[in-house]
């Protein structure tokens, strides 16, 4: 029985975790660091370099997950491959790729809403509120907390991956996965409320009266009066349905907002 | 700027270039790429380490959430971090606005805007000179040499960084900054097209909010809990971190009820399954 040695699973490992992405191009994205990561377990599992060259062929076909969740696949193809150096039977290149492509669109799709979408937003959330005045506590604190906690996590779902093959895979997709995520996404929803109002401030300089004694009425301490920064809510809802609903680009956004503002600002609306 | 500054950001702008970045993705892309921390070595390069991390908050918030589905990006962040942070810096100081006003944030997020879309074509021309070494890489493969996979993944594309990343910022740093201060010197903010740029300066965080607010809502519906955190922080004057403990309050109360009804799913498809047994 070939086993693969701890060392080599983490050189695989740590492999994937530097090179996932640098050598990044839209034809191939991921492929070569897959490839670099898996060079370590095919030297260790087959004896010779033809044989070595032959198998490394299977990870020729084109790779892109988010990366650091997709720590879990290059862990479950080191299992396959220590299973097809012992001989067993149907593993081949299409098994092993039709899980590869199999699992890379969804853990793409739970990478970028968690990790990228969700966690690394909240993270930086704090941070920007520590570093409130200029404090350096606020890029310390990011560094540090992102770092351990996604690099502990990229080894948990690695060795997951290894130990327990495909099946590893439920515990990021299945039911109770599911749940915790969309719960981690409620909280992030109401992180998102509390950073617009922390961080995003649009006023309106408008009059739209004089009072008895003569003092000007101001359009922003009405609106404020009846629900704090509502104009800045607006904004913001009216940005997030451009997108969501009518499908426009941030960039296009952008565009459009800036002209509103320079115009808004212009005509003594905004500002 | 003295040359050797601008070298050393041009530098580590290399680091963290990107999803590409030389330090790879959790260290390169997810920290030393983000604004907020970019800013602290900007600083620490340019000698002022709390007024760059005042500058670097709102470019920050202008990109809070920077999803890559599939390679599309919606802004480049080593320009925001490397080019337009140690500008905006400059130009703040030769203004003499204080980098902690209202000005100020105003100012920088326009620059993050900026910057960060224009940077964009450094992005596609890194990913472009990539596929040379590729090219090199699926070559050698053929003749069964895979010892060149790792020269390729790592080493390789150092020379793509250096042209499109190390050049450019360390030009722009260079040469850019003195061109920013002569036009700062004369800024005067009461002046209506000043004005009006700052005005827009204040209202782009919003887009890199709601670019963040579309990553996680599913349905309109959950707009609710956006307002709810609106409401928490905007009336009641909850301070981030107050909210993030309200809003785990939301997610733990949600998780009970979803593994309740899945609980209950399961019991119901026994019964269900009973019953066509029964059927037959």
């Known amino acids: 029985m070939k086993k693969i040695s701890k060392k ?24 070569f660091g897959y490839m670099w990561a898996m060079i370590p377990i095919l030297k260790e599992l087959y004896p010779t370099h033809e044989e070595q060259a032959e ?32 001989g067993a039977e149907g593993i081949d290149d299409e098994m092993i790729n039709g899980i ?7 853990l793409a799709g739970i990478g970028d809403s968690l990790i990228v979408g969700t966690y690394i937003p909240i993270l930086l959330g704090i941070a920007v509120g520590l ?11 990011y560094i540090v907390v992102w770092n351990i906690t996604s690099t502990w996590f990229q080894k948990f779902v690695f060795d997951k991956g290894y130990s327990l ?19 981690v996404i409620v ?4 992180i998102v409320g509390a950073m617009a109002a922390s961080w995003v401030n649009i006023t309106t300089p408008l009059q739209i009266a004089t009072n008895s004694e003569g003092e000007p009425v101001m359009l922003q301490a009405n609106l404020d009066g009846a629900f704090p920064k509502i104009l800045t809510m607006l904004f913001v809802v009216f940005c997030w349905w451009l997108q969501a609903k009518k499908g426009l680009t941030p960039i296009k956004v952008l565009l459009l907002m800036a002209v509103i503002a320079f115009v808004g600002s212009v005509l003594g609306i905004l500002g | 700027m003295s040359l050797f500054q601008a070298i050393l950001i041009g530098l580590v702008s290399c680091t963290a270039a990107s999803t590409i970045a030389c330090l790879g993705t959790t260290v390169g892309n997810y920290t030393l790429n983000r604004p907020l921390v970019a800013s602290m070595i900007v600083g620490i390069i340019l000698g002022d380490v709390s007024g760059c991390i005042l500058i670097g908050i709102p470019m920050q918030v202008m990109w809070i959430a920077l999803v890559t589905p599939g390679g599309t990006v919606a802004s480049d962040l080593r320009a925001v971090s490397y080019i337009g942070i140690p500008l905006a810096y400059v130009g703040v100081k030769a203004a003499g606005i204080d980098p902690a006003s209202d000005e100020a944030f ?14 964009i074509t450094l992005f596609y021309g890194t990913a472009m000179m990539n596929l040379i070494w590729q090219h090199i890489g699926w070559a050698k493969l053929d003749k069964g040499d895979f010892e060149i996979v790792g020269k390729v993944d790592a080493l390789m594309p150092l020379i793509s960084h250096f042209c499109l990343s190390f050049l450019p910022v360390t030009l722009l740093c260079y040469f850019g900054s003195g061109a920013v201060e002569e036009v700062f010197k004369t800024l005067d903010v009461s002046v209506w097209y000043v004005k009006a740029l700052l005005c827009v300066g204040s209202v782009l965080p919003a887009v890199g909010i709601a670019i963040l607010l579309k990553s996680v809502v599913n349905k309109t519906s959950d707009l609710v809990f956006f307002l709810l955190g609106f409401v928490l922080a905007a009336a009641m004057g909850l301070t981030l971190l107050a909210a993030t403990v309200v809003g785990g309050v939301f997610a733990l109360i949600n998780y009970q009820m ?8 399961k019991g119901g498809g026994a019964a269900v399954v009973v019953e066509e047994e029964e059927d037959i």
């Open chain 1, 187 to 190: 909280m992030g929803q109401v």
């Open chain 1, 100 to 106: 590869r492509a199999g699992l890379m669109g969804p």
């Open chain 1, 8 to 31: 080599t699973l983490n050189s695989s490992f740590w492999r994937w975790w530097y090179g996932n992405l640098t050598c990044f191009s839209h034809e191939h994205m991921q492929t």
């Open chain 2, 106 to 119: 105003q100012l920088a997020s326009s620059i993050s805007a900026m910057t960060g879309t224009i940077g």
């Open chain 1, 131 to 141: 570093a409130e005045g200029g404090s350096v506590i606020g890029p310390i604190f």
């Open chain 1, 55 to 86: 198998k490394l062929q299977t990870y020729y076909a084109f790779f892109n997950t988010e990366p650091q969740i997709g720590c879990i696949v290059v862990g479950v193809t080191a299992g396959l491959e220590e299973a097809r150096a012992n």
């Open chain 2, 258 to 265: 979803t593994m309740i009804k899945i609980e209950a799913n």
């Open chain 1, 165 to 183: 093959g495909g099946s590893a895979v439920e515990l990021l997709v299945g039911e109770k996965a599911t749940a915790f995520r969309e719960s």
